[in-house]
């Protein structure tokens, strides 16, 4: 039974009730990350010392942590990989599923939704992006999935109640859009926004002056189903469905049940009405893919934080410390020069400008035995300031978990061993950034892995990304003859289980660059290994020509190391030798392998001779050594 929009109401108040506190604590966050005076300075304080000229610095360092967490995950990309599940799914079909989820990451640009999703998450601690459908063009009926960033990720309201990390098996989800009043009315002619008076309904926080707040709201629904177990009369093979086959008369039915299964209806609404829907939505899985911060259970209350929420004190203590020693700099009175009165009759103006202007000399007159006019000491800087400045900045690196080694700063570290372990702790300080990612990954593979078979339903050419970056047209859903082993095939998306992992690493073209540099490093060491792979060195390097210095270093190669040249390549085919080779060798003569083979008996023979001659003087020359021995031997 569908909900009416009082219900969806309800819902949506609970959902936001139930995480109004923690956003508000993410969005100061955001704005103490941002850096403004008023950011991260208390207002009142603000106003005792701006009247005076009293400095309020802000110096904001905590964009360079949060950078470190965000620049880890786009040097380390993650992948996600389809695995076959059961007897139905196939190895072949799993690698075409993994490529195409590469093509729609690469057609949606998915890198910037992983990058905001990240960046939401380290900064404030929590993030999103969601997987939707689109039409492939306006001619066609065919749909494309697409990943397309959430760039607010407060529009998302999950249900309060949900235990997965990725909320997959809450009851519900809204995702909020705030329209221009004249954008809505455009969109949804000759609807009532709602009654915004009516504050007891919840519905003001649907209306505001000139924008009015949508909302798509996903639910799931339970439907009851029959699930049948059919054996097929010729071959006795089992079937399973929740719908009976049209020939019946070929099945005998085995058994049969009521299954519960759930479905996802989607729908928009305003405050007062549901505008479109409820339809279906083709996948089981909500599409908002989540992804959090370091979360922490207080009995029941959960929360999720960033790099920022336990540095912005250190923090403020580092703005109030730097603006107090410039304050005091500034302040401080300049040392004033000391001499009689008599020394300075006449030059007053040049000394009253003296700690002003660069004077390339000062005159004075000499009064008896009085010396040289001279400054008094300066005033010495305020070691407490400085100290304190020290303080609060170690203590930035302790509560983000970064030290200055994590940043590329210099620190008290002197071996590279201990640099290196310095840096591994403040990775692992961050790692649950990037395992948080990781999770939201895995789940957004199961999306759509789900999602495919429903929207790429159909007979239909698409193109798929292989791992190291190549691509190539691949028939789905219809059976082709396979070009390299002439066999018919077909990749059916349809049918099968599958599963996803996430793999995390170098980029390929990263893995090239390292390879290369290991290679050279191994050819310092082994220099009679460079000529057997110098073709392999110039192929993984990009430089116009590199193929072609490849293929010239490759016919240097020796017999056994030398790629097959393939068909139509210098006019020869695979498994032949080119033109101007010349004849092959001829067979060695039999006779001629029957006498190496008898010499190599004679000199085995020879050598087993001489050990034992070797042997028996050896024997001979220990018992003239040792005559007692000799009686215990006979014995023996």
């Known amino acids: 039974m569908a909900k009416d929009i009082k219900d969806i109401i309800e819902e949506f108040n609970e959902a936001k009730d139930a995480v109004s506190d923690l956003r508000e604590e993410m969005v100061d966050d955001l704005r103490f990350l941002r850096g403004k005076i008023d950011d991260q300075w208390p207002r009142e304080i603000i106003a005792d010392r701006q009247p005076d000229g009293r400095p309020c610095l802000v110096i904001n360092k905590l964009p360079s942590f949060v950078d470190q967490v965000e620049g880890d995950s786009r040097q380390n990309r993650p992948a996600i990989k389809v695995k076959p599940v059961d007897s139905k799914a196939d190895p072949e079909t799993a690698r075409i599923l993994t490529g195409l989820i590469k093509n729609i990451e690469m057609q949606s640009n998915a890198e910037i939704a992983y990058d905001t999703g990240i960046s939401g998450a380290a900064s404030c601690g929590m993030g999103a992006w969601r997987v939707t459908t689109e039409y492939a063009s306006d001619d066609v009926f065919e749909q494309d999935i697409r990943i397309r960033r959430i760039k607010n990720q407060f529009t998302v309201y999950p249900d309060p109640n949900a235990q997965e990390i990725s909320y997959e098996d809450g009851r519900f989800m809204f995702v909020t859009e705030k329209l221009a009043r004249k954008v809505f009315d455009k969109q949804f002619p000759n609807t009532d926004p709602c009654s915004w008076i009516d504050s007891k309904s919840g519905i003001k926080n649907w209306v505001e002056k000139d924008a009015i707040r949508i909302a798509e709201y996903f639910e799931k629904a339970e439907e009851s189903k029959t699930l049948y177990l059919l054996r097929l009369k010729e071959s006795g093979e089992l079937f399973t469905g929740q719908k009976l086959p049209p020939d019946m008369e070929r099945y005998e039915l085995s058994r049969e049940r009521k299954v519960q299964t759930q479905t996802l209806k989607w729908s928009k609404v305003s405050g007062k009405e549901i505008l479109e829907g409820p339809s279906d939505w083709p996948g089981r899985y909500f599409p908002i893919i989540l992804v959090w911060g370091k979360e922490l259970n207080v009995e029941g209350e959960t929360d999720y934080r960033g790099v920022v929420r336990h540095a912005k004190d250190p923090q403020r203590l580092y703005n109030y410390n730097r603006s107090m020693g410039a304050e005091y700099v500034a302040l401080a009175p300049k040392a004033p020069y000391i001499g009689t009165a008599k020394q300075f009759q006449g030059y007053e103006d040049t000394w009253k400008q003296a700690s002003k202007k660069n004077y390339p000399y000062l005159l004075y007159n000499p009064d008896g035995e009085a010396p040289p006019p001279s400054r008094t000491i300066p005033n010495m800087v305020n070691t407490g ?171 240097l190669l020796p017999p056994g190391l030398a790629p097959e040249p393939e068909e139509g390549e210098g006019g020869s085919v695979a498994g032949m030798p080119p033109p101007g080779a010349g004849p092959p060798p001829p067979p060695p003569d039999p006779k001629m392998e029957i006498e190496i083979a008898q010499e190599q008996e004679k000199l085995r023979k020879m050598k087993a001779d001489a050990d034992k001659a070797e042997f028996q003087a050896a024997l001979a020359h220990y018992e003239m050594q040792h005559p007692e021995k000799r009686g215990d031997q006979a014995q023996d």
């Open 385 to 555: 300031i400085q100290y304190e400045i020290m303080i609060s900045d170690q203590e930035l690196h302790d509560t983000t978990g970064l030290q200055q080694a994590s940043l590329g700063e210099k620190s008290n570290e002197k071996s590279g061993i201990a640099i290196a372990e310095r840096r591994r702790q403040g990775d692992r300080g961050q790692f649950a950034y990037n395992d948080n990612l990781i999770r939201a990954l895995v789940y957004e593979g199961k999306v759509l892995v789900d999602l495919i078979p429903k929207i790429y339903d159909t007979e239909r050419i698409e193109r798929i990304f292989n791992e190291d970056g190549s691509n190539e047209q691949v028939t789905l859903n219809a059976r082709f003859t396979d070009e390299k082993t002439g066999k018919d095939r077909i990749y059916d998306v349809t049918t099968g289980k599958y599963d996803t992992v996430v793999s995390v690493g170098p980029s390929y073209q990263t893995q090239r660059e390292e390879g290369v540099g290991q290679m050279i490093e191994l050819t310092k060491a082994m220099p009679n290994i460079t000529p057997m792979i110098a073709d392999l060195i110039v192929g993984n390097l990009d430089f116009p020509g590199a193929e072609e210095i490849q293929k010239r270093l490759q016919k």
